[in-house]
Every structure is written in C-alpha cells, then in structure tokens.
C-alpha cells in the first residue's frame, strides 16, 4: 500500500515541477513514507532519519519529510529531533508542494488531518516499479474494523472507496501502457462499497478490461469475504486464483480478543468454501505470536488451524504492543518476550514444512505463468507468478517480461516452483 502511495507523490510532486533522483546525494527533498503497523517499522525509520541528517550537515538546503502512518501517529513529537521539516499524514499528499514551499529554516509545515472522502481518486500515480507488467491500484483507503491489536485505523482513519470509473479508467490506462496484471489494494476489499458497486462487482468490472489483463486483489477479511466474491473469482479466467485470508490467530478466545469478530470455525468454513469453488486456489495468510495472555495450549490452537488448511505461504509476526490501539489499553502485553520468539519461531518451522508440501503437489503439472523478468538468482533464467502466485523460475527461451507462458514444474523449495518451458 505504501509502493501504491508513494506514486500517488509522485505524480503530485512531478506535477509541481519536481524531478526524482537516483541517489540521495542528488536529492534536495528526502522523504520517508512510513510504516507504523509494528514497532520494528518504526525504528527502522528512526535509522534512516540518522542517514538523512547526514545529508542535511553535508549540503545546505536539504529538505528531509516524514510522511504517511509514523507521520499521522507521531505528529509534532516527529519535531522535536529538529532534524524532520515537514510531517504529512496519508490524506495530506496533495497538499505536499505547498508545504515544501512554505519551509524556513526553524519552520517545519506539518498537516495530519485525516480526511473522510480523499481517495486521490483523479491522480495517476507514477508507476515506480521497473518491470512493466504488474502494478498496484488503490481501491479504498483507511479501515472501520478496529481490531484491538492495530494502529492502521488510527493512522489511515476511515474507511472510504473510490469511485468505480476511475479505478477502471486507471486499469485502462496501466494496460494500454502494456501492463498485464493489476492489484486491487484495500485493508478490507471485501467491504468496498461505491453506491450500488460491491467488490464482486469491482472484480467483474475489472476483469472486463481486456482477457489478457489478470486481476489481484488483497486484503481480504474472514468475516466479509462473500460467496459472491467466490463465485466471480471462479467465473473469470483473468482473475488469479489467491486468496491472501489473514487469520492471525486459530484460537476462539483470542480471535474475540483481537476483536476479529469470526471463530476459528467460520475461518474453517470460508476456506472449504473457497476450496469447493476453486480447488486450485492459493491461500495465504497472516498469524500474530504471543498475543495478550494467550496460554501455550491457545498458541497451539493457532498451529492446528494451520496444520490443518496447510497455507501456501504466511506473514508471520510476533505481537507488537501499539500506543492507544485498544489492546494496549485494556490488555498487558504479558506474553514474555522469549515466549513470544519462541512461539514464533515454532510457527514459522511449521509453515515451511506446509509450504514445501504444497509446492511440492504441483510438481509434475503444467501451470500458466506471467513472465516478470530476470530470477534474482539466476539472471540468465527468468521468473514470473502463477495465478496461484506461487513464485516460478524457467529458462529464458526467447520470451519476454509480460508474455504469458506455460510451464510444467519440475522441482521446488518451499518458496519457489522450479519449472520448464512446455514444448
Ligand atoms: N487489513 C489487513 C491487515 C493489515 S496489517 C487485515 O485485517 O487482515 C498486516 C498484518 O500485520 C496483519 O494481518 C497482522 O498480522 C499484522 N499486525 C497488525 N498489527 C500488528 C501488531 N500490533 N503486532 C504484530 N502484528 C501486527
Ligand atoms: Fe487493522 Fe483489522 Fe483494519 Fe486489518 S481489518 S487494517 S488488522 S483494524
């Protein structure tokens, strides 16, 4: 979402006159667009802020910004190193030109007001990714969800969607670039909502672009994603058989806990129910270690239910205690810290095993890949996504970034499919 964010900068800055550069050397305007979802996103930019005071010291007139998530959360305590000149929340992107104009030295601009229509609908980003073929459109931005655990309601406000026209008009334009494959990105898709345009019928509408355009979408909700989701995913060709089904827990008491308002049962259900109607289907998911007094026998709840749907792939992550989410006012993070890796670490071993077996059942079938470009291993190989989106590397003969290809799998890790070109 933040790649996604940055090029709507981009576009904003570019239309004011600014250039971007290749090294920070170069750069007169530094920024940070930043992450707050766990702490350890958040000292990472404290890091670079360091980087960027350099810069400051070695050359005059450098501007450094803070923007996005760390921005909305932090506000004027961004400030107080000296060394941040402008802090812009998300919904503060268009007014960026004018804050960068009005900095004097010992005035820092600063705008986090959460807006509840901006969607920077009218804007085409700046694509900032190199390959061509695969690019990001935003559907919708902030989240009504509140999920005890997490910052992003409090840092990206509530929940709107964009106007169904312009995010077809924006798919148009990304294919007529030569563009094969879009992602639809919200924190919640399935509760996209223009007037009387539901996901499924975003989806559709998409998928309508052109035959040969393949549709993504992520983050879908266990609690909302709906058959009729299901089913336009099963209907159309272009529509890429994965499912991203955070899950983050596989215990009751702590599902209501997170305040995820589905049972582990319900998970289970959503996930048969995707399996009836696409057998084929990817599914990832998101697990959260060491939440609020969550028992070992709990923590083992969450390792059954993985155990049990066997996830292509998982985001697995230790909880991380945030300032003024309900969790970190109603509940001790009291899980030690050592338990918390432990448990971590115990689901991250069992996930690996789950995604070797599940790359390994499609060695031997033939698959229908995108081709992305050179494989980061092997540049002389190239690799590109199933529609599962399981990764594939196969040898180059002849084809090109955005062909679609068949492959059979011949090999794998528990990461990558090995393949070769069909005859
Ligand atoms: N909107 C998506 C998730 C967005 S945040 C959804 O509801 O599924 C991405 C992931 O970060 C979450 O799924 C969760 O697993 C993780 N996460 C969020 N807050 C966290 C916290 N406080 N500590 C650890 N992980 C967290
Ligand atoms: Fe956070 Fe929950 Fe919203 Fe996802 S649905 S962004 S986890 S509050």
Redesign the pocket.
């Known amino acids: 979402m933040n790649v996604a964010d940055t090029e709507v900068i981009f576009s904003i800055l570019a239309k004011a006159g600014f250039e971007r550069t290749s090294t920070i050397e170069d750069a007169d305007l530094i920024m940070a667009n930043t992450c707050s979802i766990r702490d350890n996103a958040e000292q990472r930019i404290w890091g670079r802020l360091k980087q960027f005071s350099q810069q400051k010291k070695a050359r005059k007139d450098v501007l450094v910004g803070i923007v996005g998530c760390m921005a909305e959360r932090l506000k004027e305590k961004l400030l107080e190193s000296g060394e941040v000149d402008i802090v812009a929340g998300p919904d503060a992107y268009r007014r960026l030109p004018e804050l960068i104009a009005a900095v004097k030295p010992s005035s820092p601009q600063i705008d986090v007001l959460l807006s509840r229509d901006e969607t920077y609908a009218d804007i085409t980003p700046v694509r900032t990714d190199t390959n061509g073929v695969s690019a990001f459109i935003s559907i919708m931005r902030g989240?009504n969800?509140?999920?005890s655990y997490?910052v992003?309601?409090y840092t990206r406000g509530a929940e709107r969607s964009r106007d169904p026209r312009t995010i077809v008009r924006e798919a148009c334009d990304v294919f007529s670039k030569g563009y094969k494959e879009v992602t639809l990105l919200g924190?919640?898709v399935d509760s996209y909502r223009f007037g009387d345009v539901t996901f499924a019928d975003l989806l559709g509408m998409v998928a309508d672009v052109d035959p040969s355009l393949r549709v993504r979408f992520s983050?879908s909700?266990p609690k909302d994603i709906s058959d009729e989701v299901i089913a336009m995913m099963a209907s159309r060709e272009n529509i890429c058989h994965h499912i991203h089904l955070?899950v983050q827990s596989g215990n009751n008491r702590i599902l209501e806990k997170m305040r995820?308002r589905y049972t582990r049962e319900w998970y289970l259900e959503r996930i048969a129910a995707i399996r009836r109607a696409m057998p084929d289907c990817g599914i990832t998911t998101d697990v959260i270690a060491g939440f609020c007094s969550e028992t070992e026998e709990e923590h083992r709840d969450t390792l059954s239910l993985m155990d049990e749907v066997g996830f292509d792939w998982a985001f697995m992550f230790a909880y991380s205690e945030r300032p003024g989410t309900l969790a970190a006012r109603n509940y001790p993070d009291d899980v030690p810290p050592d338990v918390k890796t432990r448990r971590l670490n115990e689901i991250i071993d069992l996930q690996n095993r789950k995604s070797l077996e599940c790359y390994r059942r499609d060695i031997g079938r033939k698959l229908r890949v995108l081709v992305e470009g050179p494989s980061k291993r092997d540049p002389s190989q190239l690799c590109g996504r199933a529609g599962s989106s399981k990764m594939c590397v196969f040898p180059a003969g002849g084809h090109k970034p955005g062909d679609y290809i068949d492959v059979i799998v011949r090999d794998c890790t528990s990461a990558t499919l090995i393949c070769d070109l069909t005859a």
Do not use: I
Request: net charge positive.
């Open positions: 989240c969800n509140v999920c997490c992003v309601p924190q919640n983050t909700h955070p995820r």
